[in-house]
């Protein structure tokens, strides 16, 4: 399996409260990826970063950010939770390590209920 | 852009029996193809994926896929199932133009159920 993260894995918080969800990784892998998971939706992508500083937007990224300073790490942001982002959230790793292999490797999850 | 639909939202079958999960996609351009899996209260898995060359792809768990590039679809099989079948399986595709290529869009998964 690869070495992929996600911290906290269950977390709880209020309308209006900024949250930082944490994406770790020792495969060093080029790209990240968020996503989130809703039942009848399927994974929608939040962002994703394909380097150390190189982000950019999904297809669901209001409300959202992220920061990537270190190859391993990836943070995804909630400035001011809202209930619509109660959801389950992916981090996702996609390598390069000589051969690019275009699949990705998913974390186990971290699931946000906004109260 | 691309889209991906997975015709069965839900799919019961009982043990030992084929099954047949149905993806059909759309792209302008040439595409990769994945399936994964996803058991309860657990991240996805892949399954396994078509990149080129042969359209019968084997993957895990005895599943199998065939990549139909005339009906654009990437259905996936397996000839006798198991209860620990039982999980959310998606459908997943990825661009094979310039640097679009390391995104993939997913369908909405359907729900394999095997009873005994």
């Known amino acids: 399996d690869a070495g992929i993260t996600q911290s906290p894995r269950h977390k709880v918080t209020e309308t209006g409260t900024p949250v930082t969800l944490r994406c770790h990784q020792t495969?060093?892998?080029?790209?990240m990826y968020w996503y989130r998971q809703d039942p009848g939706h399927g994974l929608r992508l939040i962002h994703y970063?394909?380097?150390?500083?190189?982000?950019d937007k999904g297809e669901v990224s209001d409300g959202y950010s992220v920061s990537r300073s270190k190859t391993e790490d990836f943070l995804l942001t909630l400035e001011s939770a809202t209930s619509s982002q109660t959801s389950v959230y992916f981090c996702a790793i996609s390598g390069d390590r000589g051969r690019r292999t275009y699949e990705q490797y998913f974390g186990p999850g971290t699931r946000l209920t906004v109260t | 852009a691309q889209s991906v639909t997975q015709l069965d939202s839900q799919v019961p079958v009982f043990e030992e029996a084929p099954v047949e999960l149905r993806c059909n996609y759309s792209?302008?351009?040439?595409?990769?193809l994945f399936w994964y899996v996803q058991y309860p209260n657990q991240g996805l898995q892949l399954l396994l994926k078509y990149l080129s060359g042969s359209t019968l792809v084997k993957g895990i768990n005895g599943f199998e896929a065939e990549f139909n590039k005339s009906q654009t679809s990437f259905h996936l099989r397996k000839p006798s199932v198991h209860i620990s079948d039982t999980a959310e399986y998606f459908c997943a595709v990825s661009e094979r133009s310039g640097g679009s290529n390391y995104k993939l869009t997913f369908g909405k998964g359907t729900l394999l159920t095997v009873n005994p």
């Open positions: 970063s394909y380097g150390v500083k190189d982000t």
């Open positions: 495969e060093n892998h080029r790209y």
């Open positions: 792209s302008s351009v040439s595409v990769y």
